[in-house]
């Protein structure tokens, strides 16, 4: 009997009556549609069909195989099986298996949306079914299975809503198990088919789930940039505008930095806000509109944060690819113009340049136009760790010139080049080592960054953990260990140690010399975690100088008063391009690792990593909390964002004008030590 056959035969695809019943292994008989879906008496439940389908394949498979099974199928929470295991699983027969069962899962739901098997909430599927179907769904996913797509747009709707007007689903747990399978190996058309269903599922609680996991999609998406810019067709001109006539009104949602939602007379002028006819009668239509915004600014989003994983790679992707799905795509544009790309124009060369007219010419860091190449030249993006020093201030140059903020640091990154210092010690580098972090806002960014931590704590074996990124590829992974530090008041701090580099091969992850790690791959993780220790240092706290033990006092001002990291050294070079262009050029001065600013009561220096202040001539310290509003001043176009950035600059400004400084706090300190 082959293994469709025996699929079929459990899930009663061959007759609607051997569907039904206790027979075919799958339900308990219920009181039917008509008394709203409520099961029927619990009875024990067997495992099903699916669940017996599978243990027939595993005794087909190699031992390997079924030994990555049995790792996956005893998955934990906090130790959830390896790539290494799917991907075995994926290039097994297994494959085959998810097609067949996921098709004939289809034919059972939609057996109990025609009434030929009684409705019973929530047990379409029973639980060890529930948990094949996952598997294999991220089996599919991962092999990117091209006719998945089109699967899930009939799966997910049939379980999703009940045959009746009941609020229930029929498998509720497949609907979850399916938006997790998509966070795991997420592509663009599974992110679609849930947000298809959460417009439709009537049970009150499932949206707000499927919104939580919708976040998480996107977000993995950037790590799975192979799939991750396939983008939607949602209906938008070659002009990045969606037109469309709602009563006397024309409603454009425009793509560019962000989505936005406009409204016109027929006449051509334009509206301030929505018209109340509008919203009087097409309620429904304006809901639309405003939802269709909500999900060009997610893709938005999710190619933004690809194409920064993208930033690693080395390969590239066809030119003549490239240009049809991104950079003449309407979502694709807004941003593909806004990043630097570079083309192998002859074996090893490269040339960098700024794409216009949908890709099809270039702009090099000069300002001058190059024509577009062969249909099969390879394109990817540029980075500057890649670029001599002469060709990054070009770039940098030409977008403060031109005022264009890019849609995530790319000309103005940080770059991290091996140090003397990590040849010697060889496989480890203790460059932010000994840094004092606040532990809860450390483990958030992890969380944020893609980082995998267990949470460390005062419990036995919880003072000591590590915090790993596998980077785009899978090729790579990076660690940072770190301890917990449990101190004498509220604060949870961790204490950084060493940065490794780990190499995946046949046999699993392997420790790798720091001179073997790529510069893209080296830099990035090392970016990361300046970025932690920037972010949540004590040393970033303009209040933490007189609190705690003394070490922490000690490291707070060594560490907010001295050499600058590297995303310091790039927030210097900013401040070089835009100080000059401020109405305070004459009172401020960069020297080493201070901005010195001249007001008329005091001097004061700003640390460029901390924004900490010292006043001169004594260095006395002074404590300016940052304002919720963290202004730059005079409307100040910024290349990047950056917090620390227009932190330094707000600070700028108002020491600069220090006279009219009113707040009693900052002027008792000021007048204390002048």
Request: net charge negative.
């Amino acid at each position: 009997m082959s293994l469709r056959t025996l699929i079929s035969v459990h899930l009663g695809e061959s007759t609607p009556e051997s569907g039904s019943g206790a027979e075919s292994g799958s339900l308990e008989p219920s009181a039917g549609p008509e008394s709203g879906g409520e099961p029927a008496p619990a009875a024990e439940t067997p495992p099903g069909p699916v669940v017996a389908a599978e243990e027939a394949l595993t005794e087909g498979l190699d031992g390997a195989t079924r030994q990555s099974l049995d790792v996956i199928r005893a998955r934990l929470y906090n130790e959830p099986p390896s790539g290494d295991d799917w991907e075995r699983l994926a290039d097994s027969a297994y494959a085959g298996f998810a097609r067949t069962v996921l098709e004939t899962a289809v034919v059972r739901a939609a057996a109990i949306q025609a009434g030929e098997i009684p409705y019973a909430a929530d047990k379409a599927f029973t639980a060890d079914e529930v948990a094949v179907l996952g598997r294999a769904v991220r089996v599919a996913l991962l092999r990117d299975e091209t006719w998945l797509p089109e699967l899930l747009d009939r799966l997910l709707p049939a379980v999703a809503v009940a045959p009746s007007a009941a609020r229930t689903l029929p498998s509720q747990a497949l609907v979850f198990e399916v938006a997790r399978s998509a966070q795991e190996f997420p592509t663009p058309e599974a992110a679609a088919a849930l947000r298809a269903v959460r417009g439709i599922v009537r049970h009150a609680g499932v949206p707000k789930q499927l919104d939580r996991n919708l976040k998480r999609i996107d977000a993995a998406l950037a790590d799975r940039t192979e799939v991750a810019f396939r983008l939607p067709d949602l209906g938008f001109g070659p002009d990045g505008v969606h037109r469309s006539t709602v009563g006397e009104y024309e409603a454009r949602i425009t793509v560019g930095e962000d989505a936005t939602l406009t409204w016109h007379r027929r006449d051509g002028n334009d509206l301030r806000g929505v018209p109340a006819a509008v919203r009087r009668d097409h309620t429904a239509r304006l809901k639309e509109l405003r939802e269709l915004v909500k999900r060009t600014r997610a893709h938005l989003t999710t190619l933004t944060r690809a194409l920064e994983g993208a930033l690693l790679a080395e390969s590239g992707q066809t030119y003549g690819r490239w240009r049809v799905e991104q950079a003449e795509h309407p979502l694709g544009r807004p941003l593909t113009e806004r990043l630097i790309w570079e083309v192998e124009v002859a074996p090893g060369e490269w040339r960098a340049g700024l794409p216009v007219e949908g890709g099809r010419r270039f702009v090099d860091a000069a300002g001058e136009p190059w024509a577009a190449v062969g249909e099969d030249a390879v394109i990817r993006l540029w980075h500057p760790v890649r670029a001599m020093p002469g060709e990054i201030r070009a770039w940098r140059d030409q977008l403060t010139e031109r005022h264009l903020r890019q849609p995530f640091k790319q000309a103005f990154r940080e770059i991290y080049l091996l140090t003397p210092a990590e040849r010697e010690t060889r496989v480890y580098s203790n460059r932010f080592a000994a840094h004092i972090l606040r532990y809860r806002r450390l483990y958030a960014l992890f969380k944020a960054r893609g980082w995998q931590a267990g949470m460390l704590g005062p419990w036995d074996g919880g003072y000591e953990g590590e915090a790993t990124r596998v980077l785009p590829g899978r090729r790579w992974r990076g660690r940072l260990f770190v301890e917990y530090v449990d101190p004498a008041w509220q604060d949870e701090l961790a204490s950084t140690d060493q940065v490794r580099f780990e190499r995946r091969t046949d046999d699993g992850w392997r420790e790798a010399a720091l001179e073997d790690v790529p510069p893209t791959v080296f830099s990035e993780v090392m970016r990361d975690v300046d970025l932690f220790v920037g972010v949540t240092s004590i040393a970033a706290d303009p209040e933490w100088t007189d609190r705690g033990e003394d070490r922490y006092r000690d490291y707070w001002h060594r560490a907010g008063f001295g050499d600058l990291s590297a995303s310091a050294e790039v927030r210097r070079d900013a401040l070089a391009r835009l100080l000059p262009r401020t109405r305070i050029a004459d009172r401020v001065e960069l020297g080493g690792r201070f901005l010195r600013v001249r007001g008329s009561r005091r001097t004061y220096k700003i640390h460029l990593g901390s924004a900490n202040i010292l006043m001169e001539p004594d260095d006395a310290y002074l404590c300016i909390v940052p304002s919720s509003r963290g202004a730059a001043g005079d409307g100040l176009f910024l290349p990047f964002e950056d917090e620390r950035l227009s932190l330094i600059l707000s600070k700028a400004f108002l020491l600069a004008d220090d006279a009219e400084i009113t707040d009693p706090d900052i002027l008792r300190q000021i007048e204390r030590s002048a």
